[in-house]
């Protein structure tokens, strides 16, 4: 059975399955614990009032979703030696885990632009980013 893991899980990740095994893990426990406490820091009520710390207590939302959905599937992958995946379960399954998976991974991304371009407009353009770097206008997008 261990040679069986070996494989398919080598196959999977490319990597010794006992490195992904712990360090998934790892990862999991830590990136959950800094995006919570992360979370919790950014929507404290004086850091709420700027727009940059709105999107990254999102930011902070979205990198738990992140976690769960990719790396999370693939510890259980390595658990169960290749064939296990949430993608597996039934049709449904597969289409919103790999739905949440991308759109996740891509959300992450957008939000740290929106960060990128917030903080190029309120170290710039002083007098648009009055009106347009609130945390109002960050509520919308």
């Known amino acids: 059975m261990s040679n069986n893991i070996q494989t398919s899980s080598t196959a999977i990740s490319g ?16 990136g959950t614990f800094g995006n919570i406490v992360s979370f919790i820091i950014f929507i404290n009520e004086a850091l709420r009032k700027s727009s ?3 999107y990254l207590a999102l930011l902070s939302l979205t990198d738990l979703l992140v976690l769960y959905s990719g790396l999370l599937d693939l510890f259980l992958m390595i658990e169960y030696g290749g064939t296990f995946s949430l993608r597996n379960l039934n049709p449904i399954a597969c289409r919103l885990h790999t739905f949440i ?11 740290l632009s929106f960060i990128s371009v917030d903080r190029a407009i309120a170290t710039n353009r002083i007098k648009f980013a009055r009106k347009y770097c609130t945390p109002g206008s960050a509520g919308n997008i």
Request: no cysteine.
């Open 52 to 54: 940059t710390f709105r």
């Open 15 to 30: 990597f010794d399955p006992h490195l992904v095994r712990y360090g998934s893990i790892f990862l999991l426990i830590v």
């Open 101 to 111: 998976t991308y759109w996740s991974q891509h959300s992450s991304s957008w939000i």
